[in-house]
C-alpha cells in the first residue's frame, strides 16, 4: 500500500456512509472549496465515467485548457486520483492539503476526506476546467456538493453496488441523476428505458436541458475511425484510443460534452487519439507479467470492469480479438466478495476461456470458491495462488492470450508491480 493511502486509512473511518451532512460542513470549515473551482464537469454513471473522463480530459488539454480532474479509485498510488493543470499532484504538495482536512474533519470518511482535499487542491491550482468523477450513486455522493456544475454528465448506468443502491433499475437511475441541476445541461449515455425515465424526471424536475446519445447524437465504427453525427453535424474521426467497441460510446459522450464546451473538432479528434485510461483493457508489454507473456508469444490483457456490464464488453472485446485471430483464451480472475460474480462470469462463458482464479489484498472472494461460481457457469476453473502462478500456468498451458480481469484492485496489483506500468 503507498503511503499516502495507508495514512488516510490510518485517521479516517473506512466505511461508505452516503450522506452529505460531514461533507457539507468539512467544506464549510475549509471555506467551501467546492465554490471556488474552475468551472465542473460532473460525471456520474455505473460503467464508462472514468473512460468518458479520459476522453473529455484529453479534448480539452488539445485543445490547450488546463484542466483539473478528479477520479476515483486509484489503481497503485493514490495521487492518481487528483490531477491538477494536466499533472498528478505531488506528495508533498498532497500531504500539505491532507494535513489543512486532517485538522478540521471530525469523523469524515476516506472518500469524504479525499475529495475534499481534491476540491482544495484544485481551488487553489489555476485551470480552465475541472471534470469530477462521481464516486457511488449521485444524490449523496460526497462530489454533489458541487451545485452549480457547468455540466453534468451521465454514463450508462447498470447494477452495481448493490448493498448501496439497491437492485431497482430505476432507483438506481434516480441516485445517479443527483447530478442533474438546475440551469446546467446534462449529456446522457445509452440508457436502458426504465433508468431513461428516471433521469427523465430528475431532469424535469430541476429543468435540465438533456442531449442523450442514441436520441440527439449517435456514433459508430467506420473505415477503422469513428462516425459521429447529430441533427446538424456529421464528423469523421480517428478510432478512439482505448480498445473496445464499448469505448464508441463513451467516446461518444465525450464528443458530445466536448461540443457544449465548444472546443474545435480538431481538439476532439487529438483527445481520442491521445486518451489514456489504465486498466481498462489495457495491453501489457512491460513488467514482469508482460514480459512473461512476450517470452511465450502470448498477448496480456488487463481489464478492471467488475459486473455483469462490464463482463459484456470484455466478452465481446475477446470474442471480436478471437474472430480476427484464434488463439487458446485464459482468464485470470480475481473479485471483490460483494460483487456479482455469477452474472460476470454468465457474460463471459460463451468465449469458452480457461478461467484461472486468485485473490488480492483486501475483501477478495475466495479463489476456490470463485472457481465454483465460474463451473457453475459453464467454466473451466482452477484456483491459483497468485498471478504470477496463475499466468505460469495459463502460459505453460498454451495460452497464446490471457486477460486479467474482475477487479480494479487485482488491476492495481498488476500494474504496481513495476514501476515500468505505474500510471501516470
Known amino acids: 500500500m503507498d503511503p499516502i493511502s495507508e495514512r488516510l486509512r490510518a485517521r479516517h473511518p473506512q466505511r461508505i456512509d452516503l450522506s452529505l451532512d460531514r461533507m457539507r460542513a468539512l467544506c464549510a470549515a475549509l471555506g467551501d472549496p467546492q465554490h471556488r473551482l474552475p468551472p465542473v464537469v460532473h460525471v456520474a454513471g455505473t460503467n464508462g465515467k472514468g473512460s468518458t473522463v479520459a476522453f473529455l480530459r484529453a479534448i480539452a488539454e488539445a485543445a490547450g485548457l488546463r484542466v483539473h480532474a478528479y477520479t476515483s479509485p486509484h489503481l497503485v498510488r493514490f495521487n492518481e486520483r487528483i490531477r491538477l493543470a ?48 462521481v464516486g457511488l450513486g449521485g444524490v449523496l455522493d460526497a462530489t454533489n456538493v458541487i451545485e452549480r456544475p457547468l455540466l453534468s454528465v451521465i454514463a450508462p448506468v447498470d447494477y452495481d453496488h448493490a448493498e448501496f443502491l439497491g437492485t431497482d433499475l430505476a432507483v438506481i437511475a434516480s ?42 447524437f449517435d456514433a459508430w465504427a467506420e473505415r477503422g475511425g469513428l462516425a459521429f453525427q447529430t441533427a446538424d453535424l456529421f464528423m469523421d474521426l480517428p478510432a478512439p484510443a482505448l480498445a473496445g467497441t464499448h469505448q464508441i460510446d463513451n467516446a461518444a459522450l465525450a464528443i458530445a460534452a466536448a461540443l457544449e464546451l465548444d472546443l474545435p473538432e480538431a481538439a476532439i479528434a487529438e483527445g481520442l487519439r491521445t486518451a489514456r485510461w489504465p486498466a481498462r483493457l489495457q495491453r501489457i508489454t512491460a513488467g514482469p507479467y508482460g514480459e512473461a507473456a512476450r517470452a511465450a508469444d502470448a498477448e496480456l490483457w488487463l481489464d478492471g470492469g467488475h459486473n455483469p456490464h462490464a ?25 471483490l466478495a460483494n460483487k456479482d460474480q455469477g452474472g460476470f462470469f454468465e457474460a463471459l462463458k460463451e468465449t469458452g476461456a480457461t478461467v484461472f482464479t486468485v485473490g488480492f489484498e483486501g475483501a477478495a472472494a475466495e479463489p476456490s470458491a470463485l472457481a465454483a461460481v465460474a463451473r457453475g457457469h459453464g467454466l473451466g476453473a482452477t484456483a491459483a495462488g497468485s498471478v504470477d502462478e496463475a499466468l505460469k500456468l495459463a502460459l505453460r498451458l498454451g495460452a497464446g492470450r490471457v486477460a486479467i480481469c474482475g477487479s480494479l484492485y487485482l488491476a492495481g496489483e498488476v500494474l504496481g508491480s513495476s514501476r515500468e506500468t505505474w500510471p501516470d
Open 86 to 133: 494536466g499533472r498528478l499532484i505531488e506528495d508533498e504538495a498532497l500531504n500539505a492539503v491532507l494535513d489543512r482536512i486532517e485538522a478540521v474533519s471530525g469523523q469524515a470518511t476516506v472518500f469524504e476526506s479525499t475529495t475534499a482535499a481534491a476540491f482544495v487542491a484544485m481551488s487553489e491550482t489555476p485551470a480552465d476546467l475541472a471534470i469530477v468523477e
Open 175 to 216: 441516485e445517479k441523476a443527483g447530478v442533474l441541476k438546475a440551469g446546467a445541461p446534462a449529456v446522457i449515455g445509452r440508457q436502458r428505458e426504465e433508468a431513461m425515465a428516471a433521469i427523465e424526471r430528475r431532469a424535469t424536475d430541476v429543468r435540465a436541458r438533456l442531449t442523450v446519445l442514441g436520441v440527439d
Open 311 to 335: 463482463g459484456r464488453a470484455l466478452a465481446a472485446f475477446l470474442t471480436a480479438r478471437q474472430a480476427r485471430a484464434p488463439r487458446p483464451l485464459a482468464l485470470i480472475c480475481g473479485m
